[in-house]
Structures are given as structure tokens and as C-alpha cells.
């Protein structure tokens, strides 16, 4: 074969690039124009997302996502692999493909998350791999045990993508619908909504905010969409619904804010809540707003009493309000805890609350994580306020007298307790703080 002169290479390199950088910078500035903070956006999405972690964790998660890719394609990936092996080996055209796969690598050195959706592009470089290797053994190139490769090989992978499309052909998607029957009956065709799943305002017609339609895991742990920036956009579209996903199995959106207690509040004050909604395995909480009600972006809590006492290293009861202070036998006791923080505790703590009688005794009890589930102090960031409410029934038999409220941290799995300080620094015995304000249980 005779070898290109560098010249000619250099020419074939230009009439490649050329035209292809020309149209990149048309669409590029098509979009600037359209949206002039395009650049920062499209760079800081994936460059921003986890540029804060550490080397080796990256590397981590990205060989992780690499094996998790090699399980979803156990078959696939590896007869693909094996292809453009000997492609390489044989100088053929396999080679071609093979290049392909480097740019998996570049995976390593970027920071943000990658799932599985982000491996799309190789799909059609390993079905020719694949199939190259699979005709070769069906042809006889590797004599009898070839072909039985061959065989087992075509069956092993086709079938699961048979199963799966059959699984698609039969089901009936009958939760989506009522879904979005909720939002056409309560939201008129301009009205603006923001949900967690951009799918909800695409099918019911309705417009989205700009960040809306961004909103992805990477983008709000990496702070690039705040609650904060959420808030102004609520205003400033004059936004009707918002739809956020409380489920703990699929909630990766809105419960993931910064900020998502100041976030909660003030949809508490601006909007009603309509209930809570199942779509498959997302947990819907849809909240209305008037159409005639303005929107207050002001931030509202009322803490009755303050406290001080430092939960570990990092953590703070900043107050509590008690709802009544005064209840009866088999009645509630709600109470709310303020909470912040000067640093995120990397410990899943749950929260224990005691009503304690007056000899001391434990009558009632209510524990749980934080924000049930959805904000627990891993999230805790430094200058926010964490409003997390509880209740505790009353027992029936209840001696009347001065009751109160003990609160402390312990991990649900070990049953470790996190210690606990005064506000002077003095460890607290049996790792409990009972809070000032008495509880007055009537006869």
C-alpha cells in the first residue's frame, strides 16, 4: 500500500474539518442569539457537575458506569470488543469502527454523572463488530466451533432486545393520562408549569420555565439551578403549577436543591397542594396556585423558642414552635424543629423525638429522616434553615401534668447516637436534649 504524502493528509484533514467547524459555528451562533448565555450553559453543564470531588471518586464512578454498561450488554460488548481486536490485527476495515470506543475514554476526565443514554453513540459500532465476528463464525471461518459460537452468540444477544420490545409492545400505559388530565382541568393552554418530569408539560401542552426545561440531577447538585433561581422564575413566568417528585426511589430533580426546605415553604405559601399522585414509580406532589394570587418570594417561618445545642460537629437545633402546648389524652402533639448547619454530616441521621412524662418514662415517640427522607443531613448546607415537622400521639391513659420533648440523632441501622452539646460546648448525658418549653397534658 502506498503511503499518502503528509501534504495530501493535511488537505483531506481541512476539507474534513472545515466545513464541519463551519456549521458548528452557524448552530452555534444561531443559539447565542437565541439564548446569549448559551456557551456558559452548555460548558457548565458538563463541566461544572461534581468539579468539586476528588480525582480518584470520579474515576470511580466512571469505571462503575463502565462496568454497569459491560452488565446491561453482557454478550454484545465483549464479541464487539473481541471483533475490533482482530479487525486491528488484520488491518481491515474493522479499524475504522474501533476508533470509536476512545472516545468512552474521555469519560475518565469529566467530572459530571453519565448514565446509560450517554453510550447511545456506540450501539451501531458494536452491532457491526458483533455481527462481522458472528457472520465470520456462521460462514465457517473458524471451522465447527465457530459456527456454534456463532449461534449461541446471535441468540444471546438478540433475545434479551426481542424481550424487551415485546415487553414495550404490550403495556398499557393507564397512569400517565389522569396525570395530565389533572393538569388541563385546573391550568388553561398558556398558563406555565413546572414539573420534575419534563414529559408532564410536554403532553399536556403546557410551557415550562427556562430552567424547567434543564432540570436534570447533575444540573441542581451542581448548583448550576438553585432553588433560589426556581423561585424567580416561578415569578417571573407567573408559573400556575408546580409538580415535584417525592418518591425516594425515582425523585432525582427538585429534592435534590440546594435549598429544597426554603423551596417547600414557599410553595406551602403560595400554592395548595392537590394531594400526592402515583405514575409507575414517581410520587407526584402537585401544587396549585389561584389564578387570581399573586406570588411571595419572601422566604416565611416563625421560630418560637431558640435552642443552641450542637448535634456532633456540625450540626445545630437552632428552635422549635410547638403548635399547642397544651393538649389532652389521645390528642396530637405537633411541634416543628429548626435546624442548620455549618457543614454537611456525610452520616444518614435519622431524628428521634420522645414526649417525656413527668417520672420520666417515654410515652410517645416519633422518629424519622429529616423532611421524611428527602433532605437528610448529608444535604445540610451551610446558612440555610431546615424546618422539619413531627407529631407525636398522646397516649390515651396519659396522667395529666408537665410533660416534655426530648430530641436527639441516631443511625436507624446501628442504632448509634450522635453526641450531643450545649451551646457552651458541654456534652449532653444520654445524648438527648429536652427542650425548655413544657408540654400540659389536661385530665
Do not use: C
Given at each position: 500500500?502506498?503511503?499518502?504524502?503528509?501534504?495530501?493528509?493535511?488537505?483531506?484533514?481541512?476539507?474534513?474539518?472545515?466545513?464541519?467547524?463551519?456549521?458548528?459555528?452557524?448552530?452555534?451562533?444561531?443559539?447565542?442569539?437565541?439564548?446569549?448565555?448559551?456557551?456558559?450553559?452548555?460548558?457548565?453543564?458538563?463541566?461544572?457537575?461534581?468539579?468539586?470531588?476528588?480525582?480518584?471518586?470520579?474515576?470511580?464512578?466512571?469505571?462503575?458506569?463502565?462496568?454497569?454498561?459491560?452488565?446491561?450488554?453482557?454478550?454484545?460488548?465483549?464479541?464487539?470488543?473481541?471483533?475490533?481486536?482482530?479487525?486491528?490485527?488484520?488491518?481491515?476495515?474493522?479499524?475504522?469502527?474501533?476508533?470509536?470506543?476512545?472516545?468512552?475514554?474521555?469519560?475518565?476526565?469529566?467530572?459530571?454523572?453519565?448514565?446509560?443514554?450517554?453510550?447511545?453513540?456506540?450501539?451501531?459500532?458494536?452491532?457491526?463488530?458483533?455481527?462481522?465476528?458472528?457472520?465470520?463464525?456462521?460462514?465457517?471461518?473458524?471451522?465447527?466451533?465457530?459456527r456454534i459460537f456463532a449461534v449461541v452468540a446471535l441468540i444471546a444477544i438478540i433475545l434479551p432486545f426481542i424481550q424487551a420490545d415485546a415487553y414495550r409492545a404490550q403495556w398499557d400505559d393507564q397512569v400517565t393520562q389522569p396525570i395530565l388530565d389533572l393538569i388541563t382541568d385546573n391550568t388553561q393552554p398558556n398558563d406555565t408549569i413546572l414539573?420534575?418530569?419534563?414529559?408532564?408539560?410536554?403532553?399536556?401542552?403546557?410551557?415550562?420555565?427556562?430552567?424547567?426545561?434543564?432540570?436534570?440531577?447533575?444540573?441542581?447538585?451542581?448548583?448550576?439551578?438553585?432553588?433560589?433561581?426556581?423561585?424567580?422564575?416561578?415569578?417571573?413566568?407567573?408559573?400556575?403549577?408546580?409538580?415535584?417528585?417525592?418518591?425516594?426511589?425515582?425523585?432525582?430533580?427538585?429534592?435534590?436543591?440546594?435549598?429544597?426546605?426554603?423551596?417547600?415553604?414557599?410553595?406551602?405559601?403560595?400554592?395548595?397542594?392537590?394531594?400526592?399522585?402515583?405514575?409507575?414509580?414517581?410520587?407526584?406532589?402537585?401544587?396549585?396556585?389561584?389564578?387570581?394570587?399573586?406570588?411571595d418570594a419572601n422566604d416565611y417561618y416563625s421560630i418560637a423558642n431558640t435552642d443552641g445545642t450542637r448535634f456532633g460537629e456540625s450540626l445545630f437545633l437552632h428552635g422549635y414552635t410547638v403548635v399547642d402546648d397544651t393538649v389532652q389524652p389521645g390528642d396530637t402533639l405537633a411541634f416543628t424543629l429548626f435546624w442548620t448547619a455549618d457543614a454537611?454530616?456525610?452520616?444518614?441521621?435519622?431524628?428521634?423525638?420522645?414526649?417525656?412524662?413527668?417520672?420520666?418514662?417515654?410515652?410517645?415517640?416519633?422518629?424519622?429522616?429529616?423532611?421524611?427522607?428527602?433532605?437528610?443531613?448529608?444535604?445540610?448546607?451551610?446558612?440555610?434553615?431546615?424546618?422539619?415537622?413531627?407529631?407525636?400521639?398522646?397516649?390515651?391513659?396519659?396522667?395529666?401534668?408537665?410533660?416534655?420533648?426530648?430530641?436527639?440523632?441516631?443511625?436507624?441501622?446501628?442504632?448509634?447516637?450522635?453526641?450531643?452539646?450545649?451551646?457552651?460546648?458541654?456534652?449532653?448525658?444520654?445524648?438527648?436534649?429536652?427542650?425548655?418549653?413544657?408540654?400540659?397534658?389536661?385530665?
Amino acid at each position: 500500500r502506498r503511503k499518502r504524502p503528509f501534504s495530501q493528509f493535511v488537505r483531506d484533514g481541512l476539507w474534513l474539518s472545515v466545513p464541519l467547524l463551519v456549521v458548528l459555528g452557524l448552530f452555534v451562533g444561531l443559539f447565542v442569539r437565541l439564548s446569549p448565555n448559551f456557551i456558559d450553559l452548555v460548558l457548565g453543564h458538563h463541566l461544572a457537575q461534581g468539579s468539586g470531588e476528588a480525582t480518584g471518586v470520579i474515576w470511580a464512578r466512571q469505571l462503575g458506569l463502565y462496568a454497569e454498561y459491560v452488565s446491561f450488554y453482557p454478550v454484545l460488548v465483549p464479541v464487539a470488543i473481541v471483533s475490533g481486536i482482530i479487525g486491528i490485527v488484520r488491518n481491515d476495515v474493522r479499524r475504522r469502527w474501533v476508533w470509536q470506543f476512545v472516545m468512552v475514554a474521555s469519560f475518565l476526565v469529566l467530572s459530571r454523572e453519565f448514565g446509560q443514554r450517554h453510550f447511545m453513540f456506540l450501539l451501531p459500532v458494536m452491532a457491526l463488530l458483533a455481527a462481522w465476528l458472528i457472520a465470520e463464525g456462521i460462514n465457517g471461518r473458524y471451522r465447527w466451533w465457530g459456527r456454534i459460537f456463532a449461534v449461541v452468540a446471535l441468540i444471546a444477544i438478540i433475545l434479551p432486545f426481542i424481550q424487551a420490545d415485546a415487553y414495550r409492545a404490550q403495556w398499557d400505559d393507564q397512569v400517565t393520562q389522569p396525570i395530565l388530565d389533572l393538569i388541563t382541568d385546573n391550568t388553561q393552554p398558556n398558563d406555565t408549569i413546572l414539573a420534575d418530569d419534563i414529559g408532564l408539560a410536554y403532553y399536556s401542552g403546557r410551557p415550562t420555565t427556562y430552567s424547567g426545561a434543564a432540570l436534570s440531577h447533575g444540573a441542581i447538585t451542581s448548583r448550576q439551578i438553585t432553588a433560589e433561581l426556581l423561585i424567580d422564575e416561578i415569578v417571573q413566568d407567573n408559573v400556575r403549577m408546580v409538580i415535584v417528585d417525592t418518591s425516594l426511589l425515582t425523585g432525582n430533580h427538585m429534592v435534590f436543591l440546594d435549598d429544597y426546605p426554603r423551596f417547600h415553604r414557599f410553595l406551602e405559601y403560595n400554592f395548595e397542594r392537590l394531594g400526592n399522585f402515583r405514575r409507575d414509580f414517581q410520587e407526584l406532589d402537585v401544587w396549585l396556585r389561584a389564578e387570581n394570587r399573586g406570588i411571595d418570594a419572601n422566604d416565611y417561618y416563625s421560630i418560637a423558642n431558640t435552642d443552641g445545642t450542637r448535634f456532633g460537629e456540625s450540626l445545630f437545633l437552632h428552635g422549635y414552635t410547638v403548635v399547642d402546648d397544651t393538649v389532652q389524652p389521645g390528642d396530637t402533639l405537633a411541634f416543628t424543629l429548626f435546624w442548620t448547619a455549618d457543614a454537611p454530616d456525610d452520616h444518614y441521621w435519622s431524628v428521634f423525638t420522645h414526649l417525656i412524662s413527668p417520672d420520666g418514662q417515654i410515652v410517645g415517640q416519633h422518629d424519622k429522616v429529616p423532611y421524611d427522607g428527602l433532605f437528610p443531613t448529608s444535604h445540610w448546607q451551610s446558612g440555610i434553615v431546615v424546618d422539619d415537622r413531627f407529631a407525636i400521639a398522646v397516649p390515651p391513659d396519659a396522667a395529666p401534668g408537665e410533660y416534655r420533648i426530648g430530641v436527639g440523632m441516631y443511625d436507624w441501622i446501628t442504632g448509634e447516637q450522635l453526641p450531643l452539646f450545649t451551646p457552651d460546648g458541654e456534652p449532653i448525658p444520654d445524648n438527648r436534649t429536652v427542650i425548655a418549653q413544657p408540654i400540659t397534658i389536661l385530665p
